[in-house]
Structures are given as C-alpha cells and as structure tokens.
C-alpha cells in the first residue's frame, strides 16, 4: 500500500460526458501529479501540484482540467470525452524535489 | 515535452541471465533519475533515486548506473529470477520537480 488513495478504481460512461476522478496524497506529501497511460503507451504526465498550486501542465488537454484543495488532495476533471480518453489514470505523490514518487492503483476510464 | 527513451522495449530472458536495460534522456535541467518496477495489475513503485552524476545504487541483485553528462542510465539485472518479470521504467526530473517517463522495458523471464 503506498498511501496513495484513487477513486473509483474503475469507470464506464459515454462519449460527451464529464467525469471527476479522485486522488489523496499520502500523508505530508505536498506535491501531486497525474498521469495517463493510454494503451500501448508509457505514462504521459498531465499536470503537477505543489500544496495547492498548479506547478506545471504537461501533455493535458483543454478539456480536462485538476485542482488541488487546501487538505491537499486532488481531482482531475474530464468532460467532453472521447473514446480516445479511455485509459489509466494514475495519481502520485511525493515530499520534495527528488524524491520517489508514491502511486494511486490507478482509475480506468472507459468511454463507449 | 522532454524525450526520455528506454531500450529494449520488450526482453525475454531464461532464469539465471543477467540483463541490462537502458533509459536515455536530455542532460539538461536535469534533477534526478528514477527507476520504478511495475508489476501488471499494480502501481509502479520506485526502484532507485539518483541524482549525481557517476551515482550507482544496488538492491539485492539489482542495480543501476547514472551518467548526467550523456544522458543515459543503466539498470542490471544479475541472474534473472521469473518474480523479476516485470515493466521497468525510468523517469526524468527536471529542476522543476516534473517527472516525465520513458515507455518501459518488458522484461518476461522464463523458467
């Protein structure tokens, strides 16, 4: 267990639909990231937070969109979505600069 | 966005080789390098955090190398066991505190 809690584990809904996934850092960790791992492709980093703010935007789409919230932990917002959006996303956290990153088992996002 | 690449994709090896992976990726604002063994159906967890150049760290039988200058790490394997089949990745930090990853090596040892 590394701490890292995501929610829900898994989830089905149809094209157009807006979808919020759930991430609580490990406890004392201020920095959150996002990753999705869409099939046959490695981890493409999303978006970063540090206690509260945003610290960087990777390959994230308009459509989607993250907070993180003052008792640190996060949500990722999906809307809009394409069949193309079907993947794993995972959520990590970590304490400081260079330090491992701790991962959520992941939310699957199924878009039919 | 940064381009960290790992080779080979895939490895198929017996039980008792040794083997080695490679992870390359841009030498500068470099921070640290990871490497994280993800196992199917769980979430990666990390293998190894360095951060100097010529750093090399060992867990057991595993290891790895660092090269900041070049831009290329190294993870061994020695002796391969069926229980290290796994995906292997490696991720770069920037001075930023972001982490981008490389695609994996599969790695299946067969008994």
């Known amino acids: 267990d590394s701490g890292v809690t995501q929610t829900p584990k ?6 157009g ?7 609580s850092p490990r406890s004392g960790d201020l920095s959150v990231y996002w990753y ?3 099939l046959d492709q490695g981890l493409q980093f999303l978006i970063q937070y540090y206690n509260g703010e ?9 459509r989607f969109s993250a907070q993180q ?4 932990h996060s949500e990722l917002n999906l809307s809009s979505l394409e069949l193309g959006d079907s993947a794993l996303y995972f959520c990590a956290s970590n304490k400081a600069n260079t330090g491992e990153l701790f991962f959520g088992e992941g939310s699957r996002l199924t878009v039919l | 966005i940064l381009n960290v690449e790992q080779s080979p994709q895939s490895l198929h090896v017996q039980e008792g080789d040794s083997t080695n992976f490679t992870c390359s990726f841009p030498s500068s604002n470099f921070y640290a390098l990871h490497w994280y063994r993800w ?3 769980k979430s990666p967890e990390a293998l190894f955090v360095m951060t100097l150049n010529g750093d090399e760290k060992k867990k057991g039988r595993i290891s790895a190398t660092l090269n900041t ?9 020695k002796g391969s066991q069926p229980e290290d089949s796994a995906t292997y990745l490696c991720a770069f930090g920037n001075t930023g505190n972001q982490f981008y990853f490389g695609t994996g090596t599969s790695l299946t040892v067969i008994p």
């Open chain 2, 39 to 41: 196992e199917t159906a």
């Open chain 1, 69 to 72: 919230f003052p008792d640190l």
């Open chain 2, 69 to 77: 200058k070049e831009g290329y790490s190294y993870l061994y394997i």
């Open chain 1, 36 to 38: 999705q791992q869409s």
């Open chain 1, 54 to 62: 945003e610290r960087a935007k990777g390959n994230i789409l308009e």
């Open chain 1, 10 to 15: 898994h989830l089905i809904t149809a094209t």
């Open chain 1, 17 to 23: 639909q807006r979808v919020t996934l759930r991430c």
